[in-house]
């Protein structure tokens, strides 16, 4: 039931890009998407709806491709500061309710 | 604006002794609140959540147990720690996280001896 998260870790040169992608097989109504630096708690970036997709946070972007159950996060002209844990959500029907379970993190380092 | 506390930061606890940690909500009325547990190697866990005073649901079984005395007021305990207990603690709030996502509080940092 756990997302897959691929790359396990990354590093970059400060100013290139990244992806970050989130796997599922179950079906999915929506990925969530945090950073946690490293001690502290995770920060909210966005969510991806079933049938929309959702932009904003600096230069950070995601797409949800619903046919495959898979979310990229998309890291443009990377900043030392996007340095951290990325994790995604994924939210799926569990009998009759909804529930959220995160996949296991990207650390992403961006050096100078 | 809605702020969360988390308390405290870091704690050594041994084996068997109590744990009482404590979230705070500051800024809205009625929030949902969450505990969750970051063990090493294996992601978020949802423990708790509550939707109001006295209303708990457990999502894992386990050896803790969550209260909500007040509105904007989350407790986790336990009354005898296991090594398994070790971890990084998170109180969450949120309106409602299918839409809006979670706000996490700073965490407590649990090393269990």
């Known amino acids: 039931q756990q997302p897959v998260q691929s790359p396990q870790a990354v590093i970059l040169r400060e100013g290139e890009d990244a992806v970050i992608n989130c796997s599922s097989s179950?079906?999915?109504?929506?990925v969530h998407w945090y950073r946690q630096k490293h001690g502290e708690a995770p920060v909210f970036l966005m969510i991806?709806?079933?049938g929309g997709e959702q932009k904003g946070h600096e230069k950070i972007s995601a797409s949800f491709n619903e046919k495959k159950q898979q979310s990229s996060l998309y890291l443009t002209a990377s900043q030392l500061s996007y340095s951290g844990t990325y994790f995604c959500?994924?939210?799926?029907?569990?009998?009759?309710?909804?529930?959220?379970?995160w996949g296991l993190g990207t650390s992403l380092a961006v050096n100078p | 604006s809605q702020t969360i506390h988390q308390w405290p930061a870091t704690l050594v606890q041994p084996v068997g002794s109590p744990l009482s940690l404590e979230c705070t909500v500051e800024?809205?009325?009625?929030?949902?609140l969450y505990w969750y547990r970051q063990a090493a190697g294996r992601g978020l866990q949802l423990l708790f959540y509550?939707?109001?005073?006295?209303?708990i649901s457990s999502e894992v079984p386990q050896n803790l147990s969550a209260s909500r005395p007040q509105d904007r007021q989350f407790i986790l305990s336990s009354k005898k720690l296991l090594l398994s207990d070790s971890g990084f603690y998170l109180c969450?709030?949120?309106?409602?996280?299918?839409?809006?996502?979670?706000?996490f509080g700073s965490g407590t940092r649990l090393t269990v001896v």
């Open positions: 959500g994924t939210e799926f029907q569990a009998g009759n309710n909804r529930k959220l379970i």
């Open positions: 800024g809205t009325s009625n929030p949902n």
């Open positions: 991806l709806l079933k």
């Open positions: 179950k079906a999915l109504y929506s």
């Open positions: 969450a709030w949120s309106v409602s996280w299918a839409i809006y996502g979670y706000t």
């Open positions: 509550s939707v109001g005073i006295g209303q």
